[in-house]
C-alpha cells in the first residue's frame, strides 16, 4: 500500500513542473510573510505592505497553477519571474533577496519544464523488441519553402498557424 502511494506521488510530481511550483509557493510565503513580521524586522510598514502581501498571494497561486494545470507552466513561469522581480523593489527588497532569489528560479524552472514525450524503451534482456520505424517520406515534388498551390510556407518554429 505505502509502494503503491509512493509510485502515485512520483507519477503525479513528475507529470507537471513541481520543483518550479514549490520555490514560487516558498517565494510567495517569503514575500508575504514578511510584512506581518514585527516592525524590527520590517524595512517598511503601513499602505506599503500591501503590495507585498497581494504579490506573495499571487506567487503562490501561480505556483499552485504550475501543480495542477501544467498546460499553463509558461505563463505561470513568466509571471513568477516577473513578480519576483518587482518585489525586489516594491516589497522589503524581495523577501530580503530570498523571496525575489527563489521566485525567479521557481519561474525559471517552470517556464523551462516539458513534459517527458518519449516513450520507454525497452529494459536490456528484456523479450520485447522494438518497434520498426516507419519507412522516410519520399521528397516533394514542390520546391522547397512553398506549399503545393505556390505561395511560400509558414515556417513558424513555435508552430502557429498563420
Do not use: Y
Request: with cysteine; proline share 12%.
Amino acid at each position: 500500500m505505502l509502494l503503491s502511494l509512493w509510485r502515485r506521488w512520483r507519477r503525479w510530481r513528475r507529470g507537471r513542473p513541481f520543483w518550479g511550483g514549490f520555490f514560487a509557493i516558498l517565494a510567495g510565503a517569503e514575500i508575504c510573510a514578511l510584512p506581518l513580521a514585527p516592525l524590527k524586522v520590517m524595512l517598511q510598514q503601513g499602505i506599503a505592505g500591501i503590495p507585498s502581501v497581494l504579490m506573495g498571494i499571487v506567487m503562490i497561486v501561480l505556483g499552485l497553477t504550475a501543480w495542477f494545470s501544467p498546460a499553463q507552466r509558461s505563463l505561470a513561469g513568466v509571471l513568477t519571474t516577473l513578480i519576483a522581480t518587482a518585489a525586489l523593489i516594491m516589497s522589503n527588497l524581495g523577501g530580503f533577496l530570498i523571496g525575489t532569489l527563489l521566485g525567479i528560479l521557481g519561474g525559471g524552472l517552470m517556464f523551462a519544464w516539458q513534459p517527458n514525450a518519449t516513450a520507454r524503451r525497452p529494459s536490456p534482456g528484456s523479450s520485447e523488441s522494438p518497434t520498426p520505424s516507419e519507412p522516410p517520406e519520399p521528397p516533394s515534388p514542390t520546391p522547397t519553402g512553398t506549399t503545393p498551390t505556390g505561395t511560400p510556407a509558414h515556417t513558424d518554429p513555435q508552430g502557429a498557424q498563420p
